[in-house]
């Protein structure tokens, strides 16, 4: 949370290192958005691949994001750019 919270803030005011906030709320996000969608699919049960409930449009829905918006270890290769850590 506190690194979405930075990243919003830090688009919100226009800080200096927007890039670096976005890189790191996007890579504890992404892997973290499905996680709790899988997580939500196996508390349903059976009733979570049905029509009946919507949770598997939220797995479907987070999966789709991490690939569209770049995976987490795609977020962390750029911030390692972003903050000169590269390997040797």
């Known amino acids: 949370r506190a690194a979405a919270r ?17 890189a790191v709320a996007q890579a504890f996000a992404a892997p973290v958005a499905v996680h709790a969608a899988e997580e939500a699919l196996q508390l349903h049960g059976g009733i979570g691949m049905t029509w009946e409930h919507p949770v598997h449009l939220y797995l479907k829905r987070a ?5 569209a918006y770049g995976t ?7 911030l390692a750019e ?3 850590l590269r390997a040797p």
């Open 6 to 22: 930075n990243a919003a803030d830090t688009l919100a005011t226009g800080g200096d290192d927007i890039d670096v906030a976005v």
């Open 63 to 67: 999966k789709a994001d991490a690939i």
């Open 72 to 78: 987490a270890g795609a977020h962390r290769e750029a």
């Open 82 to 84: 972003l903050v000169d």
